[in-house]
């Protein structure tokens, strides 16, 4: 896709908005000019022009907390960016994920995708997640089972509350198997777009 970004509308500099590509959490919001979109292409880390130091800016020079590039989109107008992002840790000099204080609930299914990524790459002593994923594929695919009849039962004949319980315990059970089988939420949430605009 050729981008045609028009850097004059804003004297040189375009607004650029960050969001997790996980999650879809807005991170923060910068500004470009053209060498820092260049540097942003070739080095596929996110590089800002800094308004208040006057120079390009990579995020996570100093604190190592680099937004690794995963798409760029334009806007209709061609004069602001999305970028997706795989962030490495917190996006705000604060230390938070955000620099901006919104509700994380809503995302929080994502983040535990990746919570349950970071298990399987760096296992953690007494993870519930190591030592399931110890037992095999077909420990993982049987805890699915159980969690999903459970889920049925409280439906069926439990409080409401008993009913939340089970279905989280089986959303979690299934997001482990789908890590084992090494297929995410974005093909899940892809594969249910595709099967609606079939109908």
């Given at each position: 896709?050729?981008?045609?970004?028009?850097?004059?509308?804003?004297?040189?500099?375009?607004?650029?908005?960050?969001?997790?590509?996980?999650?879809?959490?807005?991170?923060?919001?910068?500004?470009?000019?053209?060498?820092?979109?260049?540097?942003?292409?070739?080095?596929?880390?996110?590089?800002?022009?800094?308004?208040?130091?006057?120079?390009?800016?990579?995020?996570?020079?100093?604190?190592?907390?680099?937004?690794?590039?995963?798409?760029?989109?334009?806007?209709c107008d061609n004069?602001?960016?999305?970028?997706?992002?795989?962030?490495?840790?917190?996006t705000c000099h604060?230390?938070?994920?955000?620099?901006?204080?919104?509700?994380?609930?809503?995302?929080?299914?994502?983040?535990?995708?990746?919570?349950?990524?970071?298990?399987?790459?760096?296992?953690?002593?007494?993870?519930y997640v190591n030592?399931?994923?110890?037992?095999?594929?077909?420990?993982?695919?049987?805890?699915?089972?159980?969690?999903?009849?459970?889920?049925?039962?409280?439906?069926?004949?439990?409080?409401?509350?008993?009913?939340?319980?089970?279905?989280?315990?089986?959303?979690?059970?299934?997001?482990?198997?789908?890590?084992?089988?090494?297929?995410?939420?974005?093909?899940?949430?892809?594969?249910?777009?595709?099967?609606?605009?079939?109908?």
């Amino acid at each position: 896709m050729v981008m045609t970004i028009d850097f004059k509308k804003g004297e040189g500099l375009v607004p650029v908005v960050i969001q997790d590509e996980k999650t879809m959490e807005v991170l923060m919001l910068g500004y470009m000019n053209e060498e820092a979109y260049q540097k942003t292409l070739a080095e596929g880390k996110v590089t800002f022009f800094s308004r208040a130091k006057n120079r390009l800016w990579t995020k996570g020079e100093e604190s190592g907390h680099f937004l690794n590039v995963i798409s760029i989109s334009e806007d209709c107008d061609n004069d602001t960016l999305l970028i997706r992002v795989n962030p490495v840790g917190p996006t705000c000099h604060k230390g938070t994920r955000s620099c901006f204080d919104t509700s994380y609930n809503q995302n929080f299914i994502f983040e535990l995708e990746k919570i349950i990524e970071d298990r399987y790459n760096n296992p953690a002593e007494g993870s519930y997640v190591n030592k399931l994923r110890a037992k095999g594929l077909n420990k993982i695919a049987q805890k699915v089972g159980e969690e999903g009849v459970e889920t049925v039962i409280a439906a069926l004949n439990e409080t409401e509350h008993d009913f939340i319980n089970e279905a989280s315990d089986l959303v979690f059970h299934l997001l482990v198997l789908m890590k084992e089988k090494n297929i995410s939420l974005n093909t899940i949430a892809k594969n249910l777009e595709s099967r609606h605009s079939g109908k």
